[in-house]
């Protein structure tokens, strides 16, 4: 798989995420904590015009200055993250020693999903005595203000700790999780997990890491493998953190009346593990830029509420009852202690923009039939709209274009076996219509072509030129590309079907979409016929995102058994044996130069060659064939 399974921060270093593990205490516990309003502020998109440099009224052009030091990068999208100012150090009480009480504060939640409606933060406190009698810890419930917004929600919660003043377990650890409301599923999920440390023992003594801190929401919990005793705050140092979604919070020794929040841009919390990387910054225009962003928390629950068809209720205890039931796990309802809180929908947390499309990347196909050995196979890819789209005219630059944005791979890996090619190509950004119903059609030709040394590429039989038939490709399939607002982001794998490409089964999948159901249904009317344990697997995702940059992707393979045991699919995406793609090098090769092999200076030279010929071959072939269908050419790929 060539797209990295999780987000990269800025600076991070490459780790595998663990599998996320259940938690094997409850923190979902819930409190009634007195709640006074605070206005929303989220300042509106900042002019670009702003930054730029000012205008002469002279149209004499001034003299050359010596080149300026570079500026600092703006914070993006209107202090969506903003850096730690260091003059706001010196607003900070002294660090207090670990026999001091001192206040915890939940200050807000920084940039919820798409797919979450409201939220509220749940934790508890690890670890937190030497020995001794342990003095009672309440655990943290706090919920959201009504008057705060609702994708960037504000808290009033403050816990005092170490009331007793006694000498406290410098390596204590707090849990904080933050469940949401999901509006695709109409229930409570985890956003996510992140664990602090309330001391710094860096210095020697430790003492309280006063001030604000921000700090990223991760998947999952921490394992646990070494016991609760041996939490740390750095457990999950290596879970996949959730693109844009943040906590911030204050550590302060303990004063009688609560310490306000500051402003968040006013660079007050330390925040640099937060710095936004080229796709979060996109993320956050994308929240920013919606109907939607000036909304408050009780605004959009009385949205959800009109929905729901029930009494829109005003800011205050009542609704604050009813977020509270709305944030209630379905075990708590039910009484099932069984049933786990099921994690937020990573797939879908972010809703689709035609604007900034989808990205689509084709990644293998596997168990070709054996009559497709000796040819070079690559893949056409393009979207059929579905039936609410079908008749929409294109958004401009391309957009909703299916003739305009269809594409073809490129780079076939030549170590590949040519039953089971690998395409190395980077993603291709698509940008239809959001129609459920809309599908990709990818359709494999496999060329019976022979090269020889020097460049030389000719039909495989006889002297006349294969002629590449769309209705016909060695194989074909679709796949499902939007799904609840989102792109329907992960790898699918689905299964490759015979030609030749039927209509009557397209226009059934763009009335109802490409799920298991379609491939079972044209089935049985024995519209499609499968070759045997042929699969392709196609990886989408939100165009938000770079392949580096993407949340967790998901696995998808129940079309795959619609049609045919998994098992059968397995064993061909096994199978290791077989004439790989450079056997089309070596086979008009001098004996001596297939013994020197693929390290070869020959093989070397001959291999660049073949690749160019072969794909220029190929795309000839291909927009001649579109041409004589009346269909467009494929623009932008080398022809002979």
């Known amino acids: 798989m060539k797209i990295l399974p999780y987000f990269s921060v800025k600076d991070a270093k490459p780790a595998s995420p663990p599998r996320p593990r259940f938690m094997p205490v409850n923190i979902?516990?819930?409190?009634?904590?007195?709640?006074e309003e605070v206005k929303p502020k989220i300042e509106p998109l900042p002019d670009s015009a702003s930054s730029s440099s000012e205008d002469s009224d002279d149209d004499t052009p001034p003299p050359r200055d010596p080149t300026p030091p570079p500026r600092p990068p703006a914070a993006p999208e209107d202090g969506a993250w903003c850096p730690h100012d260091r003059s706001q150090d010196g607003r900070l009480p002294e660090p207090t020693p670990v026999t001091a009480t001192f206040d915890l504060y939940i200050d807000s939640v920084r940039f919820i999903p798409d797919n979450a409606v409201f939220c509220k933060v749940t934790g508890r406190v690890f670890n937190f005595n030497l020995g001794g009698e342990a003095e009672k810890l309440d655990d943290i419930l706090a919920y959201p203000l009504h008057s705060s917004n609702h994708r960037c929600p504000r808290f009033n919660f403050r816990m005092a700790l170490n009331k007793?003043?006694?000498?406290?377990?410098?390596?204590m650890v707090i849990m904080l999780r933050i469940y949401c409301y999901e509006e695709s599923t109409n229930q409570m999920?985890?956003?996510g997990t992140t664990l602090l440390a309330?001391?710094?023992?860096?210095?020697?003594?430790?003492?309280?890491?006063?001030?604000?801190h921000q700090q990223r929401i991760r998947v999952g919990l921490p394992s646990f493998e070494g016991g609760v005793a041996n939490l740390m705050a750095s457990d999950m140092d290596s879970n996949p953190t959730i693109p844009g979604l943040t906590i911030l919070y204050r550590l302060l020794p303990h004063t009688e009346s609560a310490v306000d929040a500051p402003e968040y841009s006013s660079g007050y919390y330390q925040s640099a593990s937060c710095e936004p990387g080229e796709s979060e910054t996109r993320l956050f225009r994308h929240y920013l830029r919606r109907d939607t962003a000036d909304l408050t928390v009780g605004e959009w629950c009385r949205r959800l509420q009109e929905r729901q068809r029930t009494s829109q209720l005003a800011d205050g205890p009542n609704l604050q009852k009813w977020m509270e039931t709305m944030l209630e796990s379905k075990k708590e309802k039910d009484k099932d202690k069984k049933a786990a809180v099921p994690d937020l929908d990573l797939q879908k947390f972010i809703h689709y923009d035609i604007e900034v499309g989808a990205n689509v990347m084709l990644e293998q196909a596997f168990g070709l039939p054996a009559f497709l050995e000796n040819r070079f196979t690559l893949a056409m890819v393009e979207y059929l709209p579905g039936k609410a789209t079908k008749d929409s005219g294109p958004a401009g630059a391309g957009r909703g274009d299916p003739a305009a944005e269809r594409f073809v791979t490129q780079k076939l890996d030549i170590n590949s076996l040519q039953r089971s090619p690998n395409w190395t190509d980077p993603h291709t950004t698509l940008h239809p219509h959001y129609d459920d119903d809309t599908v990709l059609l990818v359709r494999l030709f496999s060329l019976p072509l022979e090269y020889r040394p020097g460049g030389t590429v000719r039909p495989r039989d006889g002297d006349a030129e294969p002629e590449l038939q769309l209705d016909r490709p060695a194989a074909w399939t679709l796949l499902q590309l939007f799904d609840s607002k989102s792109?329907?982001?992960?790898?699918?794998?689905v299964p490759l079907l015979m030609p030749p490409v039927n209509s009557e089964f397209l226009e059934l999948a763009q009335r109802t979409g490409a799920g298991a159901k379609l491939f079972s249904e044209g089935k049985s009317k024995e519209l499609i016929t499968p070759h045997d344990g042929a699969s392709l697997e196609v990886t989408i995702w939100d165009g938000t995102f770079s392949s580096e940059e993407c949340p967790p992707i998901q696995r998808y393979d129940s079309v795959l058994a619609a049609l045919q045991p998994l098992d059968k699919y397995n064993k061909h995406k096994s199978q290791k044996a077989g004439p790989p793609v450079n056997a089309l090098v070596f086979e008009n090769m001098t004996e001596k130069q297939q013994q020197e092999g693929v390290h070869?200076?020959?093989?070397?030279?001959?291999?660049?060659?073949?690749?160019?010929?072969?794909v220029k071959k190929f795309n000839t072939l291909l927009n001649k064939a579109l041409v004589s269908s009346g269909e467009k050419k494929i623009q932008g790929?080398?022809?002979?």
């Open 164 to 171: 007793d003043r006694v000498i406290v377990n410098h390596n």
């Open 487 to 493: 792109v329907f982001s992960g790898t699918h794998a």
């Open 28 to 35: 979902n516990l819930d409190d009634d904590d007195d709640e």
């Open 198 to 212: 309330p001391f710094d023992s860096a210095q020697g003594k430790p003492v309280l890491r006063v001030g604000g």
């Open 189 to 191: 999920v985890v956003a």
């Open 637 to 640: 790929i080398p022809e002979e």
């Open 600 to 614: 070869g200076d020959d093989y070397i030279y001959e291999k660049q060659t073949f690749e160019t010929a072969m």
